[in-house]
């Protein structure tokens, strides 16, 4: 079974902190995906990867970078967290094969105070 | 764009009834996926469609091309089939194939 483990389920941090958030993949998928689940928004995407040090933009990337080094991991990256960024976050994987279904992650609950 | 839209936005039901959700879409896809939603976040993948029916257990789910829609029904409803339901999407003539569009989810509720 695919598996993909986020560094953490529920986080705090303050306005300004810089913050990571790490995925890890254990199925040598080659894309990877960070989304953000809002009541009444659904799931947006913010940034994804389709190989190593390789990135695209999603719909809303404000605000956010992201790293990819190795295949297997994929770091979401809040450079100065602010109070809008509250939300559950969560990371995906997928391949080519099987219409490039997506094995999601628990998710990570980020609250800004 | 590409859009994606769901119906209903909530549902609630008695158990033993058979549910729809439903899924459309503007423009040609790839593939439809039906994805499911427990309390508690994590997300698990129903189906990937596209063209006719799949079935596993009481999940039914349907796509009608030419029409731009799908269905996910639910036959003999559980309490524990409450959750959210999510319609995603690849359009074709996306420039990663990879990306999916999603919609905003049925919150389905199952009363015993």
């Known amino acids: 079974d695919v598996k993909v483990t986020q560094s953490s389920r529920y986080l705090v941090k303050r306005t300004g902190e810089k913050v990571f958030l790490e995925c890890v993949q254990d199925m040598d998928h080659e894309n990877m995906f960070w989304y953000r689940q809002d009541p009444g928004l659904g799931l947006r995407l913010i940034y994804f990867?389709?190989?190593?040090?390789m990135k695209e933009k999603g719909d809303i990337p404000e605000g956010y970078s992201v790293s990819r080094e190795k295949k297997e991991r994929f770091s979401l990256i809040l450079e100065s967290a602010s109070t809008n960024q509250t939300s559950m976050y969560l990371c995906?994987?997928?391949?080519w094969g099987r219409g490039y279904e997506q094995y999601f992650g628990p998710g990570t609950r980020l609250t800004v105070t | 764009k590409n859009e994606v839209e769901q119906s209903p936005q909530n549902l609630t039901a008695q158990e033993g009834e058979f549910i729809t959700i439903n899924c459309s879409y503007s423009v040609g896809i790839s593939a439809l996926h039906w994805l499911q939603q427990h309390p508690g976040g994590g997300i698990v993948s129903l189906f990937m469609l596209s063209s006719g029916k799949k079935k596993h257990g009481r999940l039914i789910a349907t796509i009608n091309i030419q029409e731009k829609h799908s269905s996910l029904h639910i036959t003999a409803s559980h309490p524990r089939d409450s959750a959210v339901y999510i319609c995603a999407v690849g359009f074709l003539g996306e420039t990663s194939g990879s990306r999916l569009t999603f919609g905003e989810g049925t919150q389905l509720t199952v009363n015993p």
């Open positions: 995906a994987s997928s391949f």
């Open positions: 990867s389709y190989d190593v040090k």
